[in-house]
């Protein structure tokens, strides 16, 4: 989590330039004054730290866009190791909130990640994952994609013949690529420009 240490004239000023530096709001920070010149009153240290729960605000940011859409429906949280998962569950609007080719929901997980990982020193922190679905649309079209990724590296390897697959985005693509990654036979990388980036599965020996 983010900390650092301020020397200056008064409380208040360092308030202000820990909410700029650190990125955080006011709320979520912690001042503790380490020490201070009685004497003169001129000069006060301070540590500043986060004091928030990172994985709250964002299901709290996931609920307030619920509510502020007028959307009836509620959201769960699941941790594992360094990836947080958020699970929205509506009762009419889940077509609304995933998009055409899914580009509402990826924007929705973008905005989450970054308010989860303003909490972070990304020099000193990997942060989390952030993981968003709604109504199980993620982890079904997830298994899908595993699944025609398992079929068509097992005819690569067979045939070594490369694979271009569809147009996909990153996360797809990141999905396809880790399910993959362990394989002896087969590699993959990506070939192309956004929004036309795809996948290539090829074979590791191609002779």
Do not use: C
């Amino acid at each position: 989590m983010k900390e650092k240490m301020y020397i200056g004239k008064s409380l208040e000023d360092i308030e202000k330039l820990a909410v700029q530096e650190l990125g955080v709001a006011k709320e979520d920070l912690y001042f503790d004054v380490i020490t201070e010149n009685v004497e003169t009153r001129d000069e006060i240290q301070v540590q500043v730290m986060v004091d928030a729960n990172p994985v709250k605000k964002g299901k709290d940011f996931l609920e307030t866009f619920l509510r502020l859409g007028e959307i009836d429906g509620y959201v769960e949280r699941k941790m594992r190791d360094n990836i947080v998962e958020y699970s929205i569950t509506t009762a009419d609007a889940n077509g609304a909130l995933i998009g055409h080719n899914s580009q509402t929901l990826a924007a929705l997980q973008y905005v989450t990640s970054l308010i989860v990982n303003q909490y972070f020193d990304r020099e000193k922190e990997s942060g989390l994952i952030v993981k968003v679905d709604i109504g199980d649309y993620r982890k079904n079209r997830d298994e899908k994609l595993e699944r025609m990724a398992v079929r068509i590296a097992r005819e690569v390897a067979k045939t070594k013949v490369p694979v271009n697959l569809r147009y996909m985005n990153a996360y797809e693509r990141k999905v396809i690529h880790t399910k993959l990654s362990n394989w002896k036979d087969v590699t993959t990388h990506s070939e192309g420009i956004e929004p036309k980036r795809y996948l290539v599965i090829e074979p590791k020996n191609k002779e």
